[in-house]
T-cell receptor, first 117, second 115 residues
Framework: DQQVKQNSPSLSVQEGRISILNCDYT??????FLWYKKYPAEGPTFLIS?????DKNEDGRFTVFLNKSAKHLSLHIVPSQPGDSAVYFC????????????????FGKGTLLTVNP | GAVVSQHPSWVICKSGTSVKIECRSL??????MFWYRQFPKQSLMLMAT?????????EQGVEKDKFLINHASLTLSTLTVTSAHPEDSSFYIC???????????FGPGTRLTVT
């Protein structure tokens, strides 16, 4: 049962235009959402996050929107640059299987973004 | 800052042997380290969470006796895949956190191939 879904495996955008990456989740107990960027043969790097009590967070060219009622979040990149080409993972924070004070991140499958010059 | 390394970056081993993967936080002390597994075109799946000096907490479905995790210091955690089989072939990624789980810094990953 996939609790975090990224339904678009890939997205191609022209340089300078907006990139919109989407993510849906099913667990209403998630309290924090993050976006990671991953290049081949490297580990994911943190990009931007949003608390479940907010609906928008902006950091430079990156903005994350959260729609709790729809259990949907999106990452907007504008303007897109060729260096943004990478796999983007959506992640959600929730309690670990063992309960207690442990939190864990649940990741989506990722979306490969290609920004064409 | 916040650099995490993994060693080896790739390893090929024969079925039945054990393989150890190291995860190090190079410029900070990691109170918590996480081990993930990723199959091709799949998401990162959390295997276990380890806190320095205590036993690791494993996710449901992950065999504790097969995937041994040791977090002996604030900068080093190891994952040992015991009696490896071809189905254990995967990409293993660790991450380290200073204190809050949402601030995880990931290593570059280790590609394990079991023949």
């Amino acid at each position: 049962d996939q609790q975090v879904k990224q339904n678009s495996p890939s997205l191609s955008v022209q340089e300078g235009r907006i990139s919109i990456l989407n993510c849906d989740y099913t667990n209403s107990m998630f309290d924090y959402f993050l976006w990671y960027k991953k290049y081949p043969a490297e580990g994911p790097t943190f990009l931007i996050s949003i608390s479940s009590i907010k609906d928008k967070n902006e950091d430079g060219r990156f903005t994350v929107f959260l729609n709790k009622s729809a259990k949907h979040l999106s990452l907007h990149i504008v303007p897109s640059q060729p260096g943004d080409s990478a796999v983007y993972f959506c992640a959600a924070r929730g309690r670990g299987d063992s309960g207690g004070s442990n939190y864990k991140l649940t990741f989506g499958k990722g979306t490969l973004l290609t920004v064409n010059p | 800052g916040a650099v995490v390394s993994q060693h080896p970056s790739w390893v090929i081993c024969k079925s039945g042997t054990s393989v150890k993967i190291e995860c190090r936080s190079l410029d900070f002390q990691a109170t918590t380290m996480f081990w993930y597994r990723q199959f091709p075109k799949q998401s990162l799946m959390l295997m276990a969470t380890s806190n320095e000096g205590s036993k690791a907490t494993y996710e449901q479905g992950v065999e504790k006796d097969k995937f041994l995790i040791n977090h002996a210091s604030l900068t080093l955690s190891t994952l040992t895949v015991t009696s490896a089989h071809p189905e254990d072939s995967s990409f293993y990624i660790c991450s380290a956190s200073r204190d809050r789980v949402n601030e995880q810094y990931f290593g570059p990953g280790t590609r394990l191939t079991v023949t």
